[in-house]
């Protein structure tokens, strides 16, 4: 079936310090969206990309839809504490994010 | 941004028991929504996708019979475990979409389930 494998599992930074990660896939996604996970939360839309090579900024935060329709990232620059948590990479083979596969899963902390 | 609701946030029933999970979407109408499972430290699993006024599509493995899910609104959901056993126990997590192309999914905040 359709996987996303996430990268890093886990990351641990330094306040201030640039964050990267990625989601890559054997598979062609139409959709590309990167959620992030509080505790005991819901994950929470961060970005949505619908076109390939597209780039998408959001504050700190900027990703990329890859042109291969197989890979997407996401960027965070200057981290502060609130950044702490856990990124999903989510993708759809529909247009728009219709049924979702999900990608492992980043967690993120960072020591002040 | 859109705002999806969940009922309850946490639920602890006994093993033999059902137990009915809320989702409503508040300012928007989601033509979509979709039921998924978090086990500790692990990934969104989709359960079962459900349109406004039809039958839920339910992913390979999820048991129909044993996670009801009902679609009689816009605006509202509802996903009942029935005869629940503790290895149900999880966080389950709705999603609503407008359905429409290039419409996103929003998600609930998660009911915690525990089954003793």
């Known amino acids: 079936g359709q996987q996303l494998n996430q990268s890093p599992q886990s990351m641990f930074i330094q306040e201030g310090e640039d964050v990267s990660m990625n989601c890559t896939s054997s598979s062609i996604f139409n959709t590309w969206l990167w959620y992030k996970q509080d ?26 839809f890859g042109i291969t329709r197989k890979d997407s990232f996401l960027n ?16 759809s083979a529909l247009q728009g994010a219709q049924k979702l596969v999900f990608g492992q899963g980043t967690r993120l902390t960072i020591n002040p | ?16 028991t059902s137990v009915k999970i809320e ?7 989601a033509t979509t929504m979709f039921w998924y499972r978090q086990f500790p430290k692990q990934s969104l699993m989709l359960m079962a996708t459900s349109n406004e006024g039809s039958k839920a599509t339910y992913e390979q493995g999820v048991e129909k ?16 475990v029935t005869s ?23 998600f609930g905040p998660g009911t915690r389930l525990t089954v003793l």
């Open chain 1, 39 to 64: 505790p005991g939360e819901g994950p929470v839309l961060l970005i949505a990309l619908y076109k390939a090579g597209e780039l998408t900024s959001n504050g700190r935060l900027t990703a990329q």
């Open chain 1, 76 to 91: 965070i620059s200057a981290s502060i504490p609130s950044d702490v948590g856990i990124y999903f990479c989510a993708a």
């Open chain 2, 1 to 16: 941004g859109a705002v999806v609701s969940q009922h309850p946030s946490r639920v602890i029933c006994k093993s033999g």
């Open chain 2, 23 to 29: 989702c409503r979407s508040l300012d928007f109408q």
């Open chain 2, 65 to 80: 019979d044993k996670f009801l899910i009902n679609h009689a609104s816009l605006t509202l959901s509802t996903l009942t």
């Open chain 2, 84 to 106: 629940a056993h503790p290895e149900d126990s999880s966080f389950y997590i709705c999603s609503a979409s407008e359905g429409l192309p290039w419409a996103t999914q929003y």
